[in-house]
C-alpha cells in the first residue's frame, strides 16, 4: 500500500488510507501495531536495534520495521511509544525525521514532563496515554485488543492543535477506547493514585511475603497462594524500568500518594492493635463501598468489539 498519495487531516474518509508510524515495537506499540493493522492502517515500525527488528517481523507487528527514521517520512500519524526516558531525551535523528505535517502523539504513562518538551518539539503534538497493559514488556510483548474497553486520556494545551487532537481521539475510539481529556498536572496526580502508588503498594506486598523470615511459612505461603494473591500483586510483578520510569517522573504525585496510603494503612493497624473491630469493619465496608466507582474501565465486556468505523466518519 503507498503512504505517499494521501492528504493528513480530519478529511479522511478511509482509515485504510492513513499511514501510522509506530516508534517503539513493545508492550504498547507492538499492540498498536497489530490492532491498527486489523483496521486497515499501513504501519511503519521504528526500532533501534535489529534484532527486534527481525523479532518484530516474525510476529508481523508492522508492515514494515525498521531502524531508520527516515520510514516515518509517510506517516499521518506518529505514535511514540518508547519508554518514558526516551521520550523525554530524544533521539535527534528521531526528532528530524518527523514530518511536521504528521501529528504526532505519545503514550506516556507520565503527562506534565512529556507536554513541556514536545510542545515546543512539533506543532501538531498531541500528548495522550492508554490506560492498558500487562506486566509484559518487549517485542513479545504487544498483543490484540490491549485497548478494547480501555481508558484512553490525551492531556491538551492552549497550544494543541485541535485538529490534532481530535484525529487522535478517533484513532483511539478506533481502536475500542474510551476517550478522555485532562489537564496534564490532574492527569499525573490522577494516575499516581490509580496506578504508580499500586505499583509501590503491590512491590511492597510482594517484598513482606518474599522476606517471610520462616522459610515453612514462606513456602507454605508460596504454594497456598490463589487468586487473592495474584490479583493484589500484579502490578508489582510487572516491568521494573516502567515503575521505576512512573517514580522518576512523578515524583511530587507519587510521594503525595503514599504519604495518604501510609496514613491509611496506619488506622487500619490502629483499629487491628486496639481490637477496635466495628471500626476495622465500618473502614472495611467503606472500601467495599469505593471499589466498584473505581473500577468502571476495568469490569468493562472485554468482548464487545471495538468500534472500527469511527476514523470512516467524514
Ligand atoms: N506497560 C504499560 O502498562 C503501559 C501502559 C500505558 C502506557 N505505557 C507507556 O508506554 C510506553 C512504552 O511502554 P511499554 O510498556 O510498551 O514498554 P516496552 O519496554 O514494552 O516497549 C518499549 C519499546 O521501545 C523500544 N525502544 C527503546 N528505545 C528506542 C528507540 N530509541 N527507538 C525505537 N525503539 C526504542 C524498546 O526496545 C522497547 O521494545 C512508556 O512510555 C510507558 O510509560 C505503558
Ligand atoms: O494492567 C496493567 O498491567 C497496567 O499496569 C496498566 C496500567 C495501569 O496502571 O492501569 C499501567 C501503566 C499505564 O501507564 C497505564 C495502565
Sequence with gaps: MDCSARTVGMEQNKNTSLCAGV????????SLGLDLQALGWKVNGLVHRSTTADRARARGLAH???????ILADCDLVILALPLAQLLNPDPNLLKALPAA???????????????????????????HPMAGTAEAGVDAGLRGLFQQRPWVATP??????EALELVRRFAVSLGSQWFTADAANHDQ?????????????????RTVGEERDPAVRELARVLSSSGFA???????GNPQLGTSMAESNTAAILRGLAAYRWS???LEEAVLNGHWSQ????????QALRPSFLVAANNDLNSPPATDDLAEP
Excluded: C, Y
Design 64 to 70: 514494515l520495521v525498521s531502524t531508520d527514521p527516515g
Design 157 to 162: 494545551d492552549n497550544q494543541t492543535d485541535l
Design 231 to 237: 490479583d493484589t500483586t500484579r502490578v508489582g510483578g
Design 23 to 30: 516508534v517503539g515495537l513493545g508492550l504498547i506499540g507492538g
Design 102 to 128: 504528521a501529528v504526532v502523539t505519545d503514550v506516556g504513562s507520565v503527562k506534565m514532563p512529556v507536554l513541556e518538551l514536545w510542545r515546543d518539539l512539533h506543532p501538531r503534538f498531541v500528548a495522550s
Design 265 to 267: 494503612l496506619e488506622q
Design 280 to 287: 476495622l469493619k465500618a473502614e472495611l465496608e467503606r472500601s
Design 190 to 206: 490522577a494516575v499516581a493514585l490509580i496506578s504508580h502508588l499500586p505499583v509501590l503498594v503491590s512491590a511492597a506486598l510482594l
